[in-house]
Each structure stands twice: as structure tokens, then as C-alpha cells.
């Protein structure tokens, strides 16, 4: 998918919300259980209740790993339905990959050869040749970590060289080794008032904003701090969406939550669709 | 594991040797392919053969995910082999993994609760909560990236704060969310010059040492400058030990591969031991 198409679905639903699939096997509502594959069956109407207000779908690797070969098994079968199903949704997998060249190549293989991801996220620490290995997917997409939301980014991604500090230089260097239409950043939306400096690095790339919702992040300053003349956000929500209610009318209250968002995006977006 | 019964084990073997199953499925030998799962009869005639001049087994997990589903299972097999036919090694999970910490938590269980793996390499970015999921699983090992053996390792690790290499800053501070019996450390063999400057900053944790063989890193001068009273290394071989042959032969030849580096090392371990 290219950053135009990207952002002609965001026109197209008024919104630019990424749902996280954090489908935690110990948090599904007991309606599912009685299923062979209860993550796939939530996880499937989670996305048919949510698609008509989500851009985007991010599962979270953790959560399939956890459970071994079964979990891998219902990852896989998740994507292949957001791909068959609802195509023009970017699916985005949230793994924080990155190794040496020959091992980011594999990394690459698993989530855009073996499963129709659009993109990966990738942790930056080892530089250019194990990022690179994900770029050279026809549309196809990374998305390097920035400035994460959660505590410990303050431990080394604001060290200060010569006034630059860390998640800075990141976002310096590392647009260099691609494109606005094949590499996004993480930005947390708890570090939003970061949004403004951010956007003088890169004004161009699309930013993915998780920390929304449970982490505490507000919406409204990530739209105002961060969005650019094509949007250029997608803002993640996971558990306050797709864990909201707990009772088999779970979906119907993902949807609504997720509609909930979505009006609330559509009014920062008024601008830029007219 | 306790670092005491590893350095039991590098005592006994005269080594301390871990090698890699970057067992690319391209790569097997001809003679595997006809076995109904080729990478696990690969893993498992490698592991026979080099078990009794290594300490550590160290899986990429990205050789593995690029399989999918089934690479996921000869993953699990290959560790359940060692763990039960070797339990004396350690196995490390390379996975370079890190996340918020509900997420590291769930890669933690996949690692220490679903696999039966003693360690898995950790990627600092996202700083402390991202890492300490995986310290609290008695006996396991968190081993966090410092100093890698690639090129891009440049691009980040050297940048520089107040006279302090970001690498450096990694290891101050990382080492104070463990202790030497379960965290270690990644220092490519690459930069074994930097070594010295490194055993300053954690003289008593062991480093865990990929780079030596196809990345062209020198295991004469890793022990020089990074050997400490209890060894405190663990260097890593791959693609020289388990693809040296592609014949039939294959474990025999990656037998005398592991045997030439082991005697070599028990030269280097020598003043140790006695």
C-alpha cells in the first residue's frame, strides 16, 4: 500500500485509528472458549465489528507467541482474514524486530512472505542493515521506534548529544535509509507535546501513535501536535477497544468504541477533507 | 542457571562455545530434506554431534518465524531435544526481543514458559519495564544487546553523551535491573578491541559474544580482552560450525569445526582451571 492509498482510506472512513489486536488468550470473554481456536473466532468479530471505522490492524506478536505453535497458527489465520476480508485495511505487526542483515532478511520473510502484513515495526539499536532488510518489499513498510510511550523511554531515548537526543538522531538517520511511502515511526501518544519537535524531522512520514486509551495518551493533542497535511497519523487503541466488555456483546461494544473514536477523529480530519 | 553451574559446565567441557542453529532451511543438507521435518533432523544430528564441545545452544528465532507455523514447531522440537538428551546446556532464545511492559511479559512466557530455553536476547531501546519481564523467572537470563557485531551497530551505540557511548550508558545502566546471575550482555566480536572499556563498566557479567567465524571477529583476542576469573564469556559460532558441509557429512564436519575452536579455547581457559 502506498501513503496515498493510505490516507485515501482515512479520507474515505474520517478515520485514522489502528486497532491493536492484543488478543490476551486469559482476557477472552468466555463466549469464545467453547471455539477450537477461540483468539481467531474473538479476533474475527472483533474486526467485523470494528472495520468500518479502522484504517489499520495491529497484532501484537507477544500475544501469539505466548501460546506457542496454536497462537502462530491463529496470527496467521487473523491476518489472512483482515487481507481476504477487508483488503483495503493496512495490517500492520507489531513485533519490534531487528538483527544483523542476514537475520532481518528472515525476520522480513515471516511477516511479508509468509503472511500478508503491510508492515513491521523495528527496534533502531543495531542501525541501518537491520532495518534495510524490510524495505525491499514492494509496498511494503517498517516502522522504526522513535519515542516509545511507556516509562522506560525516558532510560536512553532522550541521552543528549551536542543538544540531540537519541530518538531524534533515530529519526535523522534512519529516513535516510528509506521513503515517506515505505517507513513510518513509532511515536508514543503519551510523549504528544514531543509531537511538534518531531514533526520538524519529519513532516512527510506517516507516525504510529500507540499509548491512546489505557496508557493514558490523549487523542486530541496528537492530532494537534502531530498531523500533517495527509494526516500522516495512525493512532493505535488495543485494550480499551477490544477489551471493553467482557460478556458475548463484546464486539458490538468494540464497534462502539471504535465509532466513539472515529467521530472524534473525523473532527480533527474536517480540515484537510473539507 | 545459576552463573556458578555455568561456569561448572565451561570447567568440565574446556569451552565456551555456543553455537548458533541459524538453520536456514535453504541452506540444509540434501540428505535431511526427504525427513518429514528437515530443520528439526538438521538440529538434532548438529546438536549430538557438537554437544560435547559446547556450553550454549543459541536458535535464531528469525531462521524459524520465516517458516511459519511449522518453522515454529522444529523451533520447540529442537529445544525440547536439547533440554532433555543435553540439559547440562544452556539455550539461548535470540530473539532480540522488547516491548511495553504487558508485552514483554507475554514474550517472556513464550521463552521461559512455553519453550524451555535458560536466556533470550533482549533489545534495550525501550528501556527498563521493556526488559525486567524476562529477570522474573527464576534461574532465566535477560541478555541485553550493548555492542553488536554488525556494521549499523555504528549508527547508534556510538553516540556519544557527556564522554559516554550510548553502548555504555546500556550497560550502567541495565546492569542495575539484574544482577550477574541473570543478566548478560551482547558484545559482538567484531569490536573485541572495545572490550576492555566494557569489563570496566561489568567486570563480573557474563557477555555473551556472537561475531567470531563468517563476521570475521577474533577469538584470540575476545578472550585476551574479555575473559574474566570466571570466564565470563560465552562466544558464539553459526554458519562456520553448522554449515562447514553440506555433504552428508555435515555433523561430522561440524563436530571437528566445534572440536578445533573448543581446543582452542581451553588453551585461552587454561590459567582458569588449572
Known sequence: M???ELFSNIVAKRSFLCVGLDSEPEKLPESVKRYKDPVFEFNRRIIDATAKYTVAYKPNFAFYESQGVSGWDSLRKSVEYISVNHPDIF???DAKRGDIGNTSKMYARAVFGDMPFDA???APYMGEDSVKPFLTYQGK??????????????DFQYFTSA????FE?????SQQWGTPDNM?????ATRAEMLSDIRKIVPDHFLLVPGVGAQGGSLEEVARYGMNKKCGLLVNSSRGIIFADS???FDIVASEKAAEIQKEMAGYLAPLVG
Chains 1, 2 share one sequence.
Not at 538522531?169 to 538517520?173: A, E, F, H, P, Q
Open 169 to 173: 538522531r533515530v529519526l535523522t538517520v
Open 91 to 93: 495490517i500492520i505487526a
Open 184 to 188: 513510518m515511526f513509532v511515536v508514543g
Open 141 to 154: 513498510w517498517a516502522i522504526v521506534l522513535a519515542l516509545t510511550s511507556n516509562k522506560g523511554a525516558d
Open 247 to 249: 460478556s458475548d456483546r
Open 2 to 4: 502506498t501513503s496515498e
Open 163 to 166: 543538544g540531540e537526543r537519541l
Open 120 to 122: 513491521v515495526t523495528v
